[in-house]
C-alpha cells in the first residue's frame, strides 16, 4: 500500500496536466485493489482544490467525491466516516470539511459539535451563540 497525496488524486480526478495526469494515471492504475491510501485530510484538501482552484459546483464536487469513494484502488482512511461526511453535505448548506469534522466528531463520541456557522448547523454541528 502506498499514500496518496492530494495533488495525485487531483490530477487523476481532473485529467487536467499533459505530464502529470498520466503519471497519476499509471500509478494509480497499477495498484490492486485498497492499495492507494487517501486520508481523510487529502480529501479535505482534494475537495477544496475542485472548489476553489477549479471552480467545482457542488454537484460536481458530490460526482467527484463519490467516484474517489468508489475507485478500487484506493483505501479511503475511515470510509464509513467519509460516506456519512458525504451524505450531510450532499443534504446540507455547509461545505465537506464540515460534514467531516461532524462526522469525524460524532464518531469519536462527542455530544456536540459547536461552530459560528450557521450552516454548519445542517451537517449536525451546533451553533455557538
Known amino acids: 500500500m502506498i499514500g496518496l497525496d492530494t495533488n495525485v488524486v487531483v490530477r487523476y480526478v481532473m485529467q487536467d496536466d499533459p505530464i502529470q ?3 497519476a494515471n499509471k500509478l494509480i ?3 490492486g485493489d485498497g ?4 486520508t481523510l485530510i487529502a480529501l479535505v484538501e482534494t475537495t477544496w482544490v ?3 482552484c ?3 459546483k457542488k454537484h460536481e464536487l458530490v460526482q467527484a467525491l463519490e467516484g474517489i469513494l468508489k475507485t478500487k484502488q484506493f483505501l479511503i482512511e475511515k470510509p464509513d466516516i467519509a460516506y456519512v461526511a458525504l451524505k450531510n453535505y450532499v443534504e446540507g448548506k455547509a461545505d465537506f470539511s464540515d460534514a467531516l ?3 469525524c466528531s ?3 463520541g462527542c455530544e456536540k459539535i459547536m461552530s459560528f456557522d450557521k450552516d454548519a448547523v445542517s451537517v449536525g454541528m451546533e451553533r455557538l451563540r
Open 21 to 23: 495526469s498520466p503519471k
Open 101 to 103: 469534522i461532524a462526522a
Open 35 to 38: 492499495k492507494g491510501y487517501i
Open 106 to 108: 460524532k464518531d469519536s
Open 54 to 56: 477549479y471552480e467545482l
Open 29 to 31: 492504475e497499477s495498484l
Open 50 to 52: 475542485l472548489e476553489c
